[in-house]
């Protein structure tokens, strides 16, 4: 009697087991739900076609992007027609008053970056995209831009690579 039941729970075990093995999407401790088959992602220099343009930005949003997907999946990178795939360039860099003063002069401002990004995953073409992300940081308007600019370029590209992460591989 003691066989049978250690054999009914192989089975049991075996039959979950290949049950788990069969499904198409892995998933990683990062939330990403990137296909089975994929193996290679690639992720080109964003060029800046912003009317202001910041001189450090494209390859500051470029190796963000790069590093986020090396860091967070098994994918390898490669230079072109990747299995998961970006297209990009910075549309917008500007900066605005975002709160003012009873006197009406800005107490805030608030740097924008706007980015196009065409995503394509040759396993599942239903989750393509082609569409932009902003994100902004504000900062004291009595500081001069050019003298805070890199890190809060830093902070904006954080947010944009996590929301352009996220739209790509995180189907939830």
Do not use: H
Request: hydrophobic letters at 45%; a negative charge; aromatic letters at 10%.
């Amino acid at each position: 009697m003691k066989f049978k039941t250690i054999a009914a729970v192989a089975a049991l075990t075996f039959a979950t087991l290949s049950t788990l093995t069969g499904c198409t999407v892995k998933y990683s401790f990062s939330g990403a739900s990137i296909p089975v088959e994929a193996r290679t992602v690639s992720i080109p220099y964003f060029p800046n076609n912003a009317p202001m343009v910041a001189p450090t930005l494209s390859s500051t949003l470029t190796d963000a992007l790069q590093d986020k997907f090396a860091r967070q999946t098994n994918l390898q990178l490669v230079d072109a027609n990747g299995d998961l795939a970006f297209e990009g360039e910075i549309t917008n860099y500007t900066s605005t008053p975002a709160a003012i003063t009873s006197a009406e002069t800005a107490a805030m401002n608030r740097l924008t970056i706007t980015v196009k990004v065409k995503f394509t995953n040759v396993f599942e073409p239903q989750n393509n995209y082609n569409k932009s992300f902003s994100a902004f940081a504000e900062y004291d308007a009595s500081s001069l831009l050019l003298d805070i600019q890199d890190g809060l370029i830093t902070e904006i590209v954080d947010q944009l690579v996590l929301d352009i992460f996220n739209a790509a591989v995180a189907n939830w």
